[in-house]
């Protein structure tokens, strides 16, 4: 049986692609975080762990999708500064797919 031929290119520019979302929602992270009142360097850090984190849950959701490279990166960017609500929609949606109904394990 054949195996397909592992394109280093490709793996690259995906790579490349995946980077360059991951700094775009830590940049929308940030500027969330020296946007508000009460910057303070362990927000600016909780913002950057939070952004970057859903910024890649989005970035592998939208991967294969048929949209643009330019519409992928944007929606990963603004989900970076939407970071912690897009995590509580994250978790609502498990949360009813497992019908916890927001209540806590006994």
């Not at 360059?20 to 362990?42: D, F």
């Not at 995590?87 to 209540?103: I, T, V």
């Amino acid at each position: 049986m054949d195996q397909p031929q592992f394109d280093i290119a490709a793996a690259m520019a995906q790579g490349r692609s995946f980077l360059a979302a991951a700094a775009l929602a830590v940049l929308g992270g940030v500027v969330r975080a020296l946007r508000s009142s009460h910057c303070t360097g362990k927000q600016l850090v909780v913002e950057f762990l939070t952004s970057l984190f859903s910024g890649i849950i989005v970035w592998l959701i939208l991967h294969d999708t048929p949209i643009g490279e330019y519409y992928r990166a944007g929606v990963v960017g603004v989900c970076g500064y939407v970071a912690p609500k897009i995590l509580d929609y994250f978790s609502a949606k498990a949360c009813n797919y497992m019908a916890l109904d927001g209540e806590k394990p006994k």
